[in-house]
């Protein structure tokens, strides 16, 4: 075992500092990684004071971090996809049982034995949690490290093992292509990268926002039209429109006003996860054969294939990068929205704590 740098919380209340955390030697099976780029995800702060008790409580210390890019620096003797200075990624996922059918048909995420990157149990016992990217390194095994587009700004890849995947993914699942019309609520974290895979995709993307001073950076995005979601006229302009749209808002909102929106069989997803239940009429999805679905994140083979997508398409994150010195003060303005569109931690500032 060795100690590695990190960023801790040691409880709901108290900011991340620095500490020292330990991480296992590699196994036969394994990757170690020297990571250079970790995202914040609302998530992370959602964890970090312990908001998602009801879901899973938080195990302090509490190291966050899932949108991991860094570079292989040893691997273990039955490892066979990487080697030494590859560049690679690690997303939400660091384990799972491998057996069940939703392993077996690649869809991890599902897994009732998934261990997630932090704030799960550590099988190995190396501690009593998992600890994630806020730290100098991480050793995972090798089914659940990513091979990164070597085309790709680094730090603009991050978010995509978190926020690329979590739109990716439903897009994906409901056949979004060429031709189709997608809704894009929010221009968020995740928004911003749904617009940028709904236009990648070839379908005509509008973006629903609650800010008129949102249009410009909808429209630099990729989005086709911007409305307005306050202006009930701009809204019934699209009734009965549209054949997906994805909806990334967290806070409470009038989810059927957007149903409304769909065309027969049309479908919205939730990425988001509002606090509150959100209230359904049933003839909203009575009248068109409408559909409301939930996703999160994505396979791990899915995911790879999100990372390729992206380089194809040289799709990256729009991303504001700090030094580890002012993750609190990111969390703070994360809380007012006052990023754009995702803090990415240059992890070498780790180095010179």
């Known amino acids: ?36 780029f970790c995202g914040i995800c609302h998530s992370d702060v959602h964890s970090v004071r312990d908001e998602w008790s009801d879901f899973m409580s938080t195990t302090y210390p509490i190291v966050p971090g899932h949108e991991i890019v860094g570079r292989v620096t040893e691997v273990g003797s039955a490892v066979t996809q990487y080697k030494p200075g590859d560049l690679v990624g690690v997303g939400c996922m660091v384990d799972s049982d491998g057996i069940c059918p939703h392993c077996k048909a690649g869809l991890e995420q599902f897994c009732q034995n998934v261990i997630f990157t932090y704030n799960s149990p550590d099988k190995h016992k190396t501690a009593p949690v998992t600890y ?21 700004e680094l730090a603009g890849v991050a978010p995509l093992l978190c926020a690329g995947i979590t739109t990716y993914s439903p897009m994906r699942h409901h056949g979004v292509r060429e031709g189709q019309k997608v809704g894009v609520i929010g221009l968020g974290g995740l928004g911003h990268m749904g617009v940028k895979f709904a236009h990648a995709f070839g379908a005509h993307t509008v973006v629903f926002t609650t800010s008129p001073d949102k249009t410009e950076d909808a429209l630099r995005l990729g989005a086709d039209e911007v409305v307005v979601s306050r202006n009930a006229d701009e809204m019934q302009k699209h009734a009965g429109s549209f054949d ?81 010195q002012k993750v609190n003060e990111a969390y703070d303005r994360l809380l007012k929205a006052d990023v754009k569109y995702r803090f990415v931690i240059d992890m070498a500032s780790l180095k010179s704590e």
């Open 132 to 152: 994630g990217g806020y730290s100098d390194s991480v050793v995972v095994d090798e089914r659940f490290v990513l091979r990164v587009p070597t085309n790709l």
């Open 244 to 324: 997906f749209i994805l909806d990334t808002v967290s806070a409470k909102h009038d989810i059927n006003v957007y149903l409304n929106l769909l065309r027969l069989d049309g479908n919205i997803t939730l990425v988001g996860a509002p606090e509150k239940p959100l209230d359904v009429a049933a003839f909203s999805l009575l009248m068109g054969r409408r559909s409301l679905s939930g996703s999160m994140i994505g396979g791990i083979s899915e995911t790879q294939e999100m990372l390729d997508f992206c380089g194809e398409h040289n799709i990256t994150a729009d991303v504001e990068v700090i030094p580890i």
């Open 1 to 36: 075992m060795s100690n590695t740098k990190a960023y801790a919380a040691a409880s709901p209340t108290s900011p991340l500092a620095s500490t020292t955390i330990t991480r296992r030697d590699p196994t036969e099976h394994d990757v170690q990684i020297d990571i250079l």
